[in-house]
């Protein structure tokens, strides 16, 4: 049986675009993959914790030597893998913050990229062990930043997602880029007209 993971990040509920659209990617996912499961985890609501000292002394050591604060402290990472680890498909919906990520999502990646678990070091350098994974990711913005044009050097959001994302082995990533939501603020298109072009490259990625 397939199964989805949707991580969501915005906190803006259900004013936000890129969990709108994320909706719309599940209900096409779901019509496609008739009994799959999809799992929810939303990072605005259920914060992960900043990585700490208790957290380094524990992914460094065998889990032998653990102290119950170091096993407290790689619980929520422990989750977080195991639900990453158990999907086949895994749905981002992001906003962009500040040309980057939300600091939530960072505190996602940082649980989950683990040397020894999600990555190991070999003579060849670093293989990641999440094989065999799709990815999905929604990125909403305020600007556009497309291929090829000036402002794509501003976007360090997609090319540092693609990148950790395939340390730990998730190399079948595809975005959907929803850019030019400030067109909607200030009154140049409509929420509606704006969001057309995205809901159908919503259904289309959810059939793939
Ligand atoms: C704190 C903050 C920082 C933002 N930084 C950027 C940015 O760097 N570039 C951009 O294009 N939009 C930026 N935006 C606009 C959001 O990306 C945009 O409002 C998007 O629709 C938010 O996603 P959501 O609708 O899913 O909540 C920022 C918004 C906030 C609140």
Same mark, same amino acid.
């Given at each position: 049986?397939?199964?989805?993971?949707?991580?969501?990040?915005?906190?803006? *509920?259900? %004013?936000? $675009?890129?969990?709108?659209? *994320?909706?719309?990617?599940?209900?096409? !996912?779901?019509?496609?993959?008739?009994?799959?499961?999809?799992?929810?985890? /939303?990072?605005?609501?259920?914060?992960?914790?900043?990585?700490?000292?208790?957290?380094?002394?524990?992914?460094?050591?065998?889990? /032998?030597?653990?102290? /119950?604060?170091?096993?407290?402290?790689? +619980?929520?990472?422990?989750? @977080? @893998?195991?639900?990453?680890?158990?999907?086949?498909? @895994?749905? @981002?919906? &992001?906003?962009? $913050?500040?040309?980057? #990520?939300?600091?939530?999502?960072?505190? !996602?990646?940082?649980?989950?990229?683990?040397?020894?678990?999600?990555?190991? %070091?070999?003579?060849?350098?670093?293989?990641?062990?999440?094989?065999?994974?799709?990815?999905?990711?929604?990125?909403?913005?305020? *600007?556009? %930043?497309?291929?090829?044009?000036?402002?794509?050097?501003?976007?360090?959001?997609?090319? $540092?997602?693609?990148?950790?994302? *395939?340390?730990?082995?998730?190399? /079948?990533? &595809?975005?959907?880029?929803?850019?030019?939501?400030?067109? #909607?603020? %200030?009154? +140049? #298109?409509?929420?509606?007209? !704006?969001?057309?072009?995205?809901?159908?490259?919503?259904?289309?990625?959810?059939?793939?």
């Amino acid at each position: 049986m397939a199964s989805l993971l949707k991580i969501d990040v915005s906190p803006r *509920g259900g %004013y936000s $675009y890129s969990r709108q659209l *994320g909706q719309t990617f599940v209900e096409g !996912w779901q019509a496609a993959h008739a009994g799959g499961t999809v799992v929810e985890r /939303d990072l605005a609501k259920n914060q992960p914790t900043f990585l700490d000292l208790p957290w380094i002394a524990g992914a460094f050591t065998p889990p /032998d030597q653990h102290s /119950d604060e170091s096993k407290a402290a790689l +619980k929520v990472s422990n989750e @977080i @893998i195991a639900e990453v680890q158990a999907a086949d498909h @895994i749905l @981002i919906t &992001t906003p962009m $913050y500040n040309f980057q #990520i939300p600091a939530v999502l960072k505190a !996602w990646i940082d649980h989950l990229v683990r040397v020894g678990v999600t990555v190991n %070091y070999t003579e060849s350098g670093p293989v990641g062990t999440l094989l065999g994974k799709k990815v999905t990711v929604i990125v909403a913005s305020a *600007g556009a %930043y497309p291929k090829g044009e000036p402002s794509e050097a501003y976007d360090h959001l997609t090319p $540092y997602l693609k990148h950790i994302l *395939g340390f730990i082995g998730l190399t /079948d990533v &595809t975005f959907l880029a929803a850019g030019g939501a400030s067109g #909607i603020q %200030y009154g +140049k #298109i409509s929420e509606e007209d !704006w969001k057309k072009p995205f809901v159908e490259k919503a259904k289309e990625l959810a059939k793939a």
